[in-house]
């Protein structure tokens, strides 16, 4: 099964409004990406905030995110759990749902070895006709899926086609494409370009929800071979934002700046915390300043 993820995949924030889902506000999320230059949709993942759902609210941004986008952008839905079987049915319910492919993050806090990486994928991909995008981070789930295990992944089942590499290793890149047919996307948005020169195809990113054009422009140009000057301009553009969006942990930072923008609340869930005072400031400063949100309307919610 060939690959069709490659360019700006952003991942999206859920919107809350008194402690529930603002199926109204990510619709217009949604709507804002469709009118950009957006390659596709990431949901229910880190930046979503999924580890504080409960099923049926995790269940229903799928639905919304696929309903919502009436096939004008693909979606990818986060349907990974630190539990194989509660897994296994989420990649079910969202392919029934009709999205365009699943992401699933190595399982956090149980610290499978090997063998139990290998058998908890091998069951995610047997069980659904999904294209499945692998999600690596290890700072969060304290379990690396090193380029060895990905490849035979890879290797093993045809429905694994992509990686999410979010390791801070730029070098897994050549590693994993010079051994398998895997599609690599970046991870960490201050290492698009890095990534992209090493041969990643894309990115899953969180930047591209403030600038979605730039983001975009930069993935399908800072390849080798691409327009070196402009890569070098986008590049510094985007690294105040980027710089801007990590000054607490993610998706912080994002809500707060999308709530000045007046695109959603900056309501997050508990056990994350309102940005700090003086990390707001710095923030806002940032975002009335940058040039590439100038003319943007602010009406704070």
Partial sequence: MQSLFHGSYVALPSPFHEG??????FEELIEFHAAHET?????????????????FERRSLIHAAVDFSHGRLPVIAGVGTN???????????????GVDGLMVVTPYYNR??????LTHFGCVADSTDSPILLYNVPS??????????????????????????????VDR?????????????????????????????????VTGNLAPDEV???????????????????????????RALFIEVNPVPLKTALAHLGRCR????????????????????????HPLLRGEVRTQV
Avoid: W, Y
């Fill in 83 to 97: 539990c194989t079987q509660s897994t296994v049915e989420l990649a079910r319910f969202a392919d029934a749902a």
């Fill in 39 to 55: 390659d596709g949709i990431v949901v229910a993942g880190t930046t979503g905030e999924s580890t504080t759902m409960n099923e």
């Fill in 140 to 169: 969060r789930t304290g379990s690396d899926l090193d380029p060895e295990i990905v490849c035979e992944l890879a290797a093993r089942h045809e429905s694994i086609v992509a990686i999410k590499e979010a390791s801070g290793e």
């Fill in 216 to 242: 975009s422009e930069l993935l399908r140009i800072g390849r080798q071979g691409g327009d070196e000057s402009r890569a070098d301009e986008l590049e510094t553009q985007l690294s105040a934002l980027i």
């Fill in 173 to 205: 890149v050549p590693r994993i494409c010079g051994a398998s047919d895997l599609a690599v996307l970046c991870g960490e948005d201050r290492l698009m370009r890095p990534m992209a020169l090493f041969g990643a195809v894309g990115a899953v990113n």
């Fill in 20 to 25: 529930r889902l603002d199926l109204e506000a």
């Fill in 112 to 117: 499978p070895s090997r063998r139990g990486l």
């Fill in 266 to 289: 900056e309501e997050v869930r508990s056990p994350l915390a309102p940005l700090e005072d003086d990390h707001r400031e710095q923030l806002i400063a940032l975002l009335e300043e």
